[in-house]
């Protein structure tokens, strides 16, 4: 039995220049966070041939070409599986189509629990780059290199992105200050799902075909990413705060399926009460809004009269991790 768990994150600047569209020409920067809320891969050895799988679906099969689950067919493939006797089981502490990176989550967890099974070590790095060769490359998702690289890296992490290369760092944050962080940013789920390919793929494209309003628009955020960088390494969160409220007002005009009537009628609200900035997090059109908050307590009250559900959180610094091995 092999048990693994991968975090979920949020973003904290630069949201958007991790797709290859746009950091292959002009290089993304981005500041993610891992949170303590999991998914979860389970893995067994059965008595009888085959691979029995189990999501929201379940499937039974002897070979891995005929397994629907297309992040679980391409890890097999990619592992050079073969024909097996495996039972793979997944969950999650929050639901798909959320905003939270799930996907690249599961993606690292499974990968991580077959080389276990295979007795093979394999680092953050080499672990994150399998994960977007499973679902950038083999599965042609319109998807960023965020949700891999911070699920399997952990902790506060500073992500450089060039055309061939991923530099990573953890950003230096005062304790006292991540503390503060923690306290203070505030997670509410919206009860809108999506599938972040369907408003990414606006993205790929348009940054594909060089249209600039899109490219300015991905420069802009970019340094926001980089503003809020400074921000949080000099304490100064009530600054890390407005430049989230900035990111959001330009991150709308990126497509008008981004947020809705009332998405933008609780965000106006947690302006009025408690909330110095915020946004959706992740590719937008649903999921959660996070916010910065000086007064928690009154936003708190706030969202929850509004009928708002809060995901509380704390930092995750152990990225993907075997929990289990026996």
């Not at 060769?133 to 060039?162: H, R, S």
């Not at 936003?299 to 509380?312: C, F, N, P, Q």
Request: hydrophobic letters at 40%; charged letters at 25%.
């Amino acid at each position: 039995m092999i048990i693994v768990r991968s975090p979920l994150r949020v973003t904290l600047g630069g949201g958007g220049t991790d797709l290859p569209s746009y950091y292959e020409k002009y290089g993304g920067f981005l500041i993610s966070a891992a949170i303590d809320r999991y998914v979860y891969i389970t893995l067994h050895k059965t008595f009888q041939p085959g691979y029995i799988i189990k999501y929201s679906l379940m499937e039974k099969t002897k070979h891995i070409a005929k397994i629907k689950h297309p992040i679980i067919r391409e890890s097999l493939k990619l592992l050079k599986m073969g024909d097996n006797y495996l039972e793979i089981a997944s969950m999650a502490d929050i639901p798909a189509g959320t905003g939270l990176g799930s996907s690249g989550s599961f993606t690292t967890a499974l990968l991580k629990a077959l080389h276990t099974y295979n007795r093979n070590l394999i680092n953050p790095e080499k672990l994150a780059q399998e994960a977007c060769d499973v679902e950038i490359n083999k599965l042609g998702e319109p998807i960023g290199k965020q949700d891999q690289y911070i699920a399997a890296y952990g902790g506060i992490t500073v992500f450089e992105f060039k055309k061939k290369s991923v530099k990573a760092y953890p950003l230096k944050i005062k304790k006292e200050i991540l503390y503060d962080l923690e306290d203070n940013l505030l997670l509410f789920f919206t009860g809108y799902t999506r599938l972040a390919s369907n408003i990414l793929k606006e993205q790929h494209t348009k940054s594909r075909a060089n249209n600039k309003s899109m490219i300015n628009n991905l420069h802009f955020i970019k340094e926001l990413g980089i503003a809020s960088k400074n921000a949080l390494e000099k304490g100064d969160l009530r600054k890390f705060g407005e430049l989230m409220n900035i990111h959001w007002e330009h991150k709308k005009e990126r497509s008008n399926f981004m947020s809705n009537k009332k998405i933008n009628e609780w965000y106006d609200l947690a302006l009025k009460n408690g909330a110095i900035g915020g946004k959706l997090i992740g590719a937008g059109g649903g999921g959660f809004l996070m916010f910065y908050a000086d007064d928690a307590v009154k936003l708190r009250r706030s969202m929850a009269k509004a009928g708002l559900e809060e995901v509380r959180f704390r930092f995750d610094f152990e990225g993907t991790k075997v929990m289990i091995q026996s």
